[in-house]
């Protein structure tokens, strides 16, 4: 029996068994590929990271900046891509406010197969957002400015707004720490309300005094702080 091992660029390693006496040759079926070489020949680094982003979290919408941060390449890139992608009808363009949004078509002719093809080449390529800086995009001086206008001193978030299946309709759920002698009392709604204008989602406001003394410990601890006023212990 004779072993012959060829590559194959698209299906790795193939191994064929050759038996010089009966003159058959019998192909070894299993095909074993390497993930990346086959994700980087058929999409470049940008595409490759911009797809497995976007097809691996079907239901979240990424703002520019987002997209950028977590690929790790040129705005110039991206946004080349982006609009590309979005002429080609695999994702959808939207506005909320002032901001941009892309999220993938799910209603793309070819969305499962593309879906598909990423799973199994690409899918590694993109590192996780963290999920309340995506889901919460205020640039920091913005929040900030708002945080003094308001005597906010701490602002931590919670709940679903943390987990991968927060949906397009779900609220934040918010914790705000004011000042002594600043809470809003009922003016609260005012704050809530500008902060959703800038976040373009409903946000659900709470003092830490407002929940069960039961639950505020574990809540807390999950929570993810995204604000801390200068000389506020974290």
Request: charged letters at 25%; proline letters at 5%; a positive charge.
């Amino acid at each position: 029996m004779i072993i012959v091992k060829r590559h194959d660029s698209w299906a790795g390693y193939c191994l064929i068994d050759i038996i010089p006496k009966k003159g058959i040759i019998i192909p070894n079926m299993s095909m074993n590929y390497d993930r990346e070489m086959l994700g980087s020949y058929l999409f470049d680094k940008t595409r490759r990271g911009l797809l497995a982003l976007l097809y691996n979290r079907p239901g979240e919408a990424f703002y520019v900046n987002q997209i950028v941060k977590d690929l790790g390449g040129g705005s110039g890139a991206v946004q080349r891509e982006l609009r590309m992608a979005a002429d080609a009808g695999l994702i959808i363009r939207e506005k909320r406010g002032n901001l941009v949004l892309y999220r993938v078509n799910q209603e793309s002719a070819i969305y499962q197969e593309l879906k598909s093809i990423i799973a199994k080449t690409v899918a590694a390529a993109a590192r996780p957002l963290d999920l309340a800086a995506q889901r919460f995009p205020i640039e920091p001086n913005i929040l900030a400015e708002f945080c003094r206008k308001h005597y906010v001193k701490k602002i931590l978030l919670y709940g679903a707004v943390l987990h991968p299946e927060f949906g397009a309709a779900d609220s934040i759920h918010a914790l705000l720490e004011f000042q002594p002698g600043h809470a809003p009392g009922f003016g609260i709604s005012d704050v809530e309300n500008e902060l959703s204008i800038l976040v373009n989602r409903k946000v659900e406001i709470k003092s830490p005094g407002e929940i069960s003394r039961y639950r505020r410990g574990e809540i807390t601890r999950a929570a993810r702080v995204v604000y801390v006023a200068p000389g506020t212990k974290k």
